[in-house]
């Protein structure tokens, strides 16, 4: 019988034991390699030392006394930040109340230039219309006098 990759079943049953064998030897040899790697570089060995012992605390479970701690840090986290939070409520309520009315005067403030600015358009534009009205008439008696000197003269 064979597999897939045409080897004899029997043999891929030793292969998988001796890559897992390889695979153990390999990790067991890690230490020994990185040791080499970093010899005469204390800095890489104790970057390496330090990833490992992350990796390994992130792999193992939290004890009972950890969980303690963290239960505890985050009450205290939780006692030490509710008053910032209340003090930053506070404060904003405070400022939006002291800004309050400054921004209703100046709301007003704009609401009423604005008027003024709408009554003296208005204004200019009645007196334009005016002034134009009174030359036109006057422009027009004008002709007419003209008119009637001609017929006269």
Do not use: C, W, Y
Not at 107 to 121: D, I, L, M, Y
């Amino acid at each position: 019988m064979r597999d897939p990759s045409g080897q004899p079943i029997e043999r891929v049953g030793s292969t998988d034991g001796q890559t897992s064998a390889q695979v153990a030897q390999a990790g067991q040899q890690a230490p020994a390699q990185a040791g080499r790697g970093t010899q005469g570089n204390p800095l890489a060995a104790g970057i390496i030392a330090f990833g490992a012992g992350m990796l390994a605390g992130t792999l193992l479970p939290m004890s009972e006394a950890e969980q303690r701690a963290a239960s505890q840090l985050r009450e205290q986290a939780d006692e030490l930040v509710q008053p910032l939070k209340e003090a930053a409520t506070e404060t904003v309520q405070t400022a939006k109340q002291e800004l309050r009315e400054p921004a209703e005067e100046a709301v007003e403030s704009v609401k009423s230039t604005a008027q003024e600015a709408v009554e003296t358009t208005k204004n200019s534009g009645r007196r334009a219309v005016q002034e134009t009205t009174d030359g036109l008439k006057q422009t027009g008696r004008d002709a007419v006098e003209e008119v009637r000197d001609q017929a006269d003269g």
